[in-house]
């Protein structure tokens, strides 16, 4: 803003834009979402309808479901074991990816499960096999034991356990 001081009253002053060529400024307005274009323009949707009329806060996200019989819930994976997607997690030997959380169970003993983190420790790459009591990863060959140990390289660093609590066919991890 350029102002004339000179005036015997008040000071006369006239806008001047920024020297935005129109091609920046056609670039801004691609770029820019529209919430940003109403903030910068002081305008807010506060008189809006957006379908809660009462300006209550809205619910929280609900978990995020993963198959049925599996939810994610924050840094908890709940567990219904009595369903067709964790069957596999009710023998010994059974082995159980969840995807949605980078966990991955066994059953180690018939009734013992275990959980860790499902991230390789070499490259984070996704293990999604097990077999002969060891994960496998699919990028590089590393192995890991029950315990969560590398037995095979190139990992450098054991895998990540979870605590797991069980009640009845309700198993909980938490990471
Ligand atoms: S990322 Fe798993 S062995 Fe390389």
């Given at each position: 803003?350029?102002?004339d001081m000179t005036s015997d009253m008040s000071p006369t002053c006239a806008w001047s834009e920024p020297e935005w060529?129109?091609?920046s400024r056609r670039a801004f307005l691609r770029t820019a979402s529209g919430a940003t274009v109403m903030a910068l323009l002081g305008i807010?949707?506060?008189g809006c309808s957006d379908g809660n009329p009462t300006g209550a806060e809205p619910p929280?996200?609900?978990a995020e479901d993963g198959p049925a019989g599996i939810m994610v819930d924050g840094n908890q994976v709940i567990l219904d074991l009595t369903s067709d997607a964790t069957e596999d997690l009710t023998t010994q030997g059974g082995f159980l990816l969840i995807d949605e959380a980078d966990?991955?169970?066994?059953?180690v003993d018939g009734t013992t499960i275990r959980a860790f983190t499902s991230v390789c420790t070499h490259q984070q790459c996704t293990i999604n096999a097990f077999a002969d009591d060891t994960f496998m990863c699919p990028c590089h060959g590393s192995e890991f034991d029950t315990q969560g140990e590398v037995v095979a390289g190139?990992?450098?660093?054991p895998l990540t356990e979870y605590d797991v609590s069980r009640s009845d066919d309700t198993v909980t991890?938490?990471?």
């Open positions: 803003m350029d102002c060529s129109s091609a807010t949707a506060t929280e996200e609900p966990v991955m169970a066994i059953n190139p990992a450098p660093q991890i938490t990471k």
